[in-house]
T-cell receptor
């Protein structure tokens, strides 16, 4: 199966700071998504981004499929951004693989 | 509110009990999924249904039995579970299997 590695595993930020989360994957993928799991356990999809760059408010993501990585940028972080960020990939056989996540804590 | 609801939100059961988790999506999607999230482990995909037919089963023990009676509802029937099955069980749906998934709030299960 595809290996999905996320870094850093843990991140603590002061409110207002910017951050970059990284997702590396070991093989070609059909699909890549970024999710945010809030402290109450709810999982929210952020981006469907098999390639290219997308932006949504303070969040943006870039996937470079040929180099097998994706980046999630969080600008002007807020306490509500706290939680775990997951990267998930889908291989050519419709099998899904999730990384272990980056746990983000934003302190006021 | 993502349009995917799950009940119950919390469940405590003994190892000899039989219970069911319910997921309902109000998004008109054709694909539904069950995931398991254990503490400090990656999210695990358990089952995938497309148009009410199972298309993926990632070697899940038979004590977990899914049911998809229609494209809006998905059940996970549980029987003779083990304490290590305690986890957050998440349901998701997407328009098609290869598209963005929308997750429910999850059912937090504790097996005693």
């Amino acid at each position: 199966g595809i290996q999905v590695e996320q870094s850093p595993p843990d991140l603590i930020l002061q409110e207002g700071a910017n951050s970059t989360l990284r997702c590396n994957f070991s093989d070609s993928v059909n699909n890549l998504q970024w999710f945010h799991q809030n402290p109450w356990g709810q999982l929210i999809n952020l981006f469907y981004i098999p390639s290219g760059t997308k932006q949504n408010g303070r969040l943006s993501a870039t996937t470079v499929a040929t180099e097998r990585y994706s980046l999630l940028y969080i600008s002007s972080s807020q306490t509500t951004d706290s939680g775990v960020y997951f990267c998930a990939v889908e291989d050519t056989g419709n099998q899904f693989y999730f990384g272990t996540g980056t746990s983000l804590t934003v302190i006021p | 509110e993502t349009g995917v609801t799950q009940t119950p939100r919390h469940l405590v059961m003994g190892m000899t009990n039989k219970k069911s988790l319910k997921c309902e999506q109000h998004l008109g999607h054709n694909a539904m999924y069950w995931y398991k999230q254990s503490a400090k482990k990656p999210l695990e995909l358990m089952f995938v249904y497309s148009l009410e037919e199972r298309v993926e089963n990632n070697s899940v023990p038979s004590r977990f039995s899914p049911e998809c009676p229609n494209s809006s509802h998905l059940f996970l029937h549980l029987h003779t579970l083990q304490p290590e099955d305690s986890a957050l069980y998440l349901c998701a749906s997407s328009h098609q299997v290869e598209e963005t998934q929308y997750f429910g709030p999850g059912t937090r299960l504790l097996v005693l």
